[in-house]
């Protein structure tokens, strides 16, 4: 009996970890230009979701292979550096996400770029959530862990009935 207890822990344990880890990981803010650029210490040196409008004109292709670029909301603009080939709908004047590293108050180097209509950027995000794996593996922990518990106190009750 005591071995189920423990199993059951674990497996409370593990689910609530893969929960908490699909949430955090799928459940990211999109940050405008100017909360960014306006709390730069706060976002300093981590990752962060930039929606803006790419700047007309901004856009240079460096022979080192990297994308420079602005992006704006209007009040305050921020530097995106990107290495790699954009998606192919990318232009200026279109309003986008810069996903990266803020390495400093002005500049943000970009793992990737989304481009998009926004309102379709919140529904992914809301489902992505319940469409990834590490989500339903934690829901199918917890009800293992929680059918572990049930069978454990009625063999328990039952045993206790019989003596």
Do not use: W
Request: aromatic share 10%.
């Amino acid at each position: 009996m005591k071995y189920l207890a423990v199993i059951v822990a674990v497996l409370l344990v593990l689910s609530g970890v893969f929960a908490y880890n699909a949430f955090v990981a799928y459940v990211e803010p999109y940050h405008s230009v100017s909360q960014v650029v306006d709390n730069s210490e706060a976002f300093l040196n981590r990752k962060v979701q930039v929606i803006g409008t790419v700047v007309n004109g901004s856009t240079k292709y460096g022979s080192d292979g990297l994308l420079n670029f602005s992006l704006t909301d209007g009040n305050s603009t921020i530097d995106v550096v990107y290495r790699g080939e954009p998606v192919s709908n990318f232009v200026e004047g279109q309003q986008s996400v810069a996903v990266g590293e803020l390495v400093s108050s002005q500049k943000l180097q970009a793992s990737q770029i989304l481009v998009k209509c926004p309102s379709k950027y919140e529904s992914q995000d809301q489902t992505s959530l319940f469409s990834s794996p590490i989500f339903p593996i934690a829901i199918l922990l917890g009800t293992v862990a929680i059918g572990f518990s049930v069978v454990s106190i009625t063999l328990s009750k039952r045993k206790d009935d019989r003596v």
